[in-house]
C-alpha cells in the first residue's frame, strides 16, 4: 500500500475533519440503497436515471446491450437525442438569463484582481447556433465530420464544441500548450476537416501564438499529402491579420452575418461525440471516441450526485478544454444540470500563489475542482496564502477525474489518497496477474470492472480498444491501474500498470519513490525511475533520471558535495521506500528533462537512450561501483533514440 499521508502530507486538519454535514433541504439519496440498486437491477436503474436526467427525442428501445467477453460496449440503443438542446435550449427556455458561463480570464502582474465575465444561457445558445450555422454554412461539415478546436479556455470555446453536438459534428479540443509536431499528430488521426483557433492565447505571463502553429502544422502536412483541413475559422482577437485569405475565416465576422438558430440534430444514442486524447508517459497521443447518451448521462449524473450540486451554487473546475475533466465538469456536467460553471484561464501561481483563492473570494465559488499537480506547485510555494483570502463560500473541494468511477459520496468520511467508494452502477474488482479476482480485503492488484457503465469510452483510433482494455483479462475491463482495497472496503489507486516494475523479482512502486527522491533534496525539480527492460517481468536493472533545478557548481569541492547530495537523496529514497534491491544501476543527471505535452517525464525516451547507450558502457565499469552517476547538465543528451532525434 502507497503511504499516501507520506508523499503529500495531508494536513491533520483535512485528516480529523468531520464528514460533510449536508443540510436538510439535501435531496442526496442514500448512496448505500442506491449503489445497490443500480448494480442488482442495473437495466432498471440506468432506465430511470436517463429519463431524469436527459431530454429524449425519441425514448431508447434497449437500455444494455454490452457484451464484455467482445469488448462491446453499447448503451441505450434506438434512442434519440441532441448533446446541445440538454445542455443549452431546455434551460434557455424557462431560465434564459441564468448565468451559465463566468468566464475568468487571465491574470496580469498589474491587476490586483481577477477579470470575470458572465454569459447566459440565452446568450451561450445564440452563440453556439451561430457557429453551428458558420461550420455547415461556410464549411460545408455534415454529421460525423471531425472539428479539431485548438483555442483559449474561453467561451467562444465552449460554444464550438456545442456547436458540433448541435450538429452531429465530432469535436477534438487540443490543449492549447500544444506545439506543432503534437497538434500535427492529432490532425493526422483525427482527419480533422475544420480547425476553430485564435491568434493567441494568455496563459500566465505566456503568450501562446495559436494560429501561427496551425499554419505551421497545415504546411508541414501539405508537405506529405497528409493535411485533411479545408477551412479554419480564426478568433481573431483584434488582429487585422488572419492569414492564408482562401482557407482563413473571421470567426466573429462569420458569426455575425450567421442565424442566431440552429435546430439541433437528432442523434443516435451511440453515434460519436467526441475525441479526446492523451499521451501518458509515452509521448504517442491515444484517440479515446465518446459517445453521445451515456457520456452525457454519466456526466450530469456525478456532477449531481457527488458534489450535491444546486442550482445557483458556482461550480469551479479550473482544468485546461483539453483535458477530459473540463469536458465533463466544466462543460457537458454542470451546463447538462443547468448550472453555473466557471471558466478558468491561468495558471494556479500567476501572478502568485493566492489566484484561485482570490477567485473563489470574488466570484463565492462553491465547488472546486483542481488537480493533484496545481496542489503539489501551490505546496512548493506557499499554499499557506488561502489564508489572506475569505473562502467561506467552498462546500467542496475535489481533485480532477472524468466521468467518475471511485469517489467519495457527500457526507461520507474521507481518507488521504483513497478514492473510497464505486460510483452508482460501478462494480470494481481486483485481481491477481492470473486474472484471479482477490475477495477479501486488505489485497492490492490489478483494477478491473466487473460490469460495463454508460461513461466508458467506445473505440480507439487507429486501434483496437478491444485489445487494449479487454484482452488481458476476458470479460472484464482492464483499467490499467494497481489499486488497494482496504479492510474498510474503500479503493485507493496505487498507479498505473507501467508504473510499477519488477527489479530482481520484486515489484517496485514508482510514484512513491519519484515523489520521495524530489522531496528529499532542493536540488532537484524532479526524477523519473525506469525499469530497463520493455517486458515488466524481465526487469532486473533499473535507471533514475534526474533533473536539477540548477547548474552543476564550477569549482570541484561544491561540485562533489552537489553530486553526493544528489546520489544520497536518491539512495536514501530508494532504500527508504523499496529497499536496496530496488537501487539503480546507474542515476543520469539533466539540466532539463524531456516532458509529455501532459507535463510528465517522458519515461519511453528515457528506457530508449538506456537502453541502447547508457547500459552497454556498464560492461567497463567496475562492478563494485554501485551506482554510476552520469552527468548531461552541460552537454546534449546521446541521439540514440528514434523518439529523440525526432524531437530535435
Not at 534491491?581 to 524531456?594: G, I, N, Q
Amino acid at each position: 500500500m502507497v503511504d499516501i499521508n507520506f508523499i503529500y502530507r495531508i494536513p491533520n486538519l483535512v485528516i480529523n475533519s468531520p464528514p460533510l454535514h449536508m443540510d436538510s433541504k439535501s435531496d442526496t439519496v442514500d448512496y448505500e440503497a442506491m449503489y445497490d440498486e443500480s448494480i442488482k437491477n442495473p437495466t432498471e436503474f440506468w432506465s430511470r436515471q436517463a429519463k431524469k436526467f436527459l431530454k429524449w427525442i425519441k425514448i431508447f428501445d434497449e437500455v444494455d446491450g454490452c457484451r464484455l467477453e467482445e469488448g462491446v460496449i453499447s448503451w441505450f440503443t434506438g434512442g434519440q437525442l441532441n448533446v446541445s438542446y440538454n445542455c443549452l435550449d431546455r434551460h434557455a427556455v424557462k431560465n434564459g438569463e441564468r448565468t451559465a458561463l463566468i468566464w475568468e480570464n487571465n491574470r496580469t502582474k498589474e491587476q490586483i484582481n481577477g477579470i470575470h465575465e458572465c454569459i447566459s444561457y440565452r446568450k451561450l445558445l445564440e452563440m453556439t447556433c451561430q457557429i453551428a450555422n458558420v461550420l455547415r454554412t461556410n464549411c460545408g461539415i455534415k454529421k460525423g465530420d471531425r472539428i479539431v478546436i485548438y483555442m483559449p479556455t474561453c467561451p467562444l470555446a465552449v460554444a464550438a464544441m456545442l456547436a458540433c453536438a448541435r450538429i452531429g459534428a465530432v469535436h477534438c479540443v487540443l490543449y492549447s500548450v500544444l506545439g506543432v509536431r503534437d497538434i500535427m499528430k492529432r490532425i493526422k488521426s483525427s482527419e480533422a476537416k475544420v480547425v476553430v483557433t485564435a491568434q493567441k492565447a494568455f496563459v500566465g505571463d505566456k503568450c501562446l501564438h495559436l494560429r501561427s502553429n496551425i499554419d505551421k502544422t497545415l504546411k508541414l502536412l501539405e508537405k506529405t499529402n497528409e493535411n485533411s483541413v479545408n477551412h479554419v475559422l480564426v478568433w481573431k482577437m483584434n488582429d487585422c491579420d488572419i492569414g492564408d485569405t482562401l482557407r482563413d475565416t473571421d470567426l466573429e465576422t462569420a458569426m455575425k452575418a450567421a442565424p442566431t438558430y440552429c435546430e439541433p440534430v437528432a442523434m443516435e444514442s451511440e453515434d460519436p461525440l467526441f475525441i479526446m486524447y492523451t499521451s501518458g508517459t509515452t509521448d504517442e497521443p491515444t484517440g479515446i471516441l465518446h459517445t453521445q447518451a451515456g457520456y452525457l448521462l454519466c456526466a450530469a449524473m456525478t456532477h449531481k450526485y457527488v458534489f450535491d450540486y444546486k442550482i445557483g451554487e458556482v461550480f469551479a473546475c479550473v482544468a485546461d478544454l483539453g483535458w477530459i475533466a473540463a469536458h465533463t465538469s466544466v462543460v457537458y456536467g454542470p451546463l447538462c444540470n443547468g448550472g453555473t460553471t466557471v471558466l478558468f484561464q491561468g495558471t494556479a501561481t500567476y501572478p502568485d500563489s493566492g489566484r484561485y483563492w482570490e477567485m473563489v473570494e470574488r466570484l463565492k465559488v462553491n465547488h472546486f475542482y483542481t488537480s493533484p499537480a496545481a496542489i503539489k506547485k501551490l505546496m512548493k510555494d506557499n499554499l499557506n496564502c488561502v489564508n489572506d483570502y475569505n473562502v467561506s463560500s467552498l462546500k467542496t473541494i475535489a481533485l480532477e477525474l472524468g466521468g467518475f468511477a471511485l469517489s467519495p459520496w457527500p457526507g461520507s468520511k474521507l481518507k488521504p489518497g483513497v478514492c473510497a467508494k464505486p460510483f452508482l452502477g460501478v462494480e470494481p474488482i481486483i485481481v491477481n496477474e492470473k486474472g484471479e479476482i482477490l475477495q477479501e480485503s486488505g489485497v492490492q492488484g490489478l483494477l478491473c470492472f466487473r460490469h460495463p457503465f454508460p461513461a466508458m469510452g467506445r473505440e480507439i483510433i487507429g486501434g483496437s480498444f478491444k485489445n487494449k482494455y479487454f484482452s488481458s483479462f476476458p470479460g472484464k475491463y482492464f483499467t490499467g491501474d494497481w489499486a488497494y482495497r482496504d479492510m474498510d472496503g474503500d479503493y485507493q489507486i496505487v498507479g498505473r500498470k507501467d508504473d510499477i516494475v519488477r527489479i530482481k523479482g520484486v515489484w517496485i512502486q514508482i510514484p512513491e519513490i519519484e515523489s520521495s527522491i524530489v522531496g528529499k533534496s532542493n536540488n532537484i525539480e524532479n526524477a523519473s525511475y525506469i525499469g530497463l527492460s520493455s517486458e515488466p517481468s524481465a526487469t532486473t536493472d533499473a535507471c533514475v533520471v534526474v533533473e536539477v533545478r540548477k547548474s552543476v557548481p564550477e569549482s570541484q569541492q561544491k561540485c562533489k558535495k552537489f553530486y553526493r547530495d544528489i546520489l544520497e537523496s536518491v539512495k536514501s529514497s530508494i532504500i527508504n521506500i523499496a529497499g536496496e534491491h530496488a537501487l539503480p544501476r546507474f542515476v543520469l543527471v539533466v539540466r532539463e528533462s524531456v516532458y509529455t505535452w501532459s507535463n510528465k517525464m517522458c519515461r519511453s525516451i528515457y528506457r530508449d537512450m538506456a537502453e541502447g547507450f547508457f547500459k552497454p558502457l556498464l560492461k567497463h565499469v567496475d562492478p563494485s561501483e554501485n551506482i554510476v552517476l552520469l552527468d548531461y547538465t552541460t552537454s546534449p543528451l546521446p541521439p540514440v533514440a528514434n523518439k529523440w532525434e525526432h524531437l530535435q
